[in-house]
């Protein structure tokens, strides 16, 4: 198993920019494709991104490409959500996820692991 913990969601202002961290513990972290989901009051659950298990391949959702980026530290074993120009429409709470098969997944029944999550309040 793994053990998933994110931090670095806050308050911050619209145009703004956050940092998500997800420190990763248990197995061997690069066993894992590692992905960001979030959910909004009264909505699904919604991919973010996603990032192989060698980090050479990443996906992040239309609605978010060219503001927020995927990344992973595997001597770390953490990955992160750099997101910028923020959007009241950001607002959500944050979960890391992991998945043991292949890169790629989009649908958050895909992923086996999943952290706490952390809460991302953009304001006007």
């Known amino acids: 198993q793994v053990q998933l913990v994110e931090s670095g969601g806050g308050l911050v202002q619209a145009g703004g920019s956050l940092r998500l961290s997800c420190a990763a513990s248990g197995r061997t972290f690069s066993d894992y494709t590692m992905a960001w989901f979030r959910q909004a009051p009264g909505k699904e659950r919604e991919f973010v991104a996603t990032?192989?298990?060698?980090?050479?391949?990443?996906y992040v959702a239309d609605s978010m490409k060219g503001r927020f980026t995927i990344s992973r530290d595997s001597a770390k074993n953490t990955v992160a959500l750099q997101m910028n120009s923020l959007k009241r429409e950001d607002t959500a709470v944050y979960y890391c996820a992991a998945r043991s098969r292949g890169y790629g997944a989009t649908r958050w029944d895909e992923y086996e692991y999943w952290g706490q999550g952390t809460q991302v309040t953009v304001s006007s």
């Open positions: 990032i192989s298990w060698s980090g050479g391949m990443t």
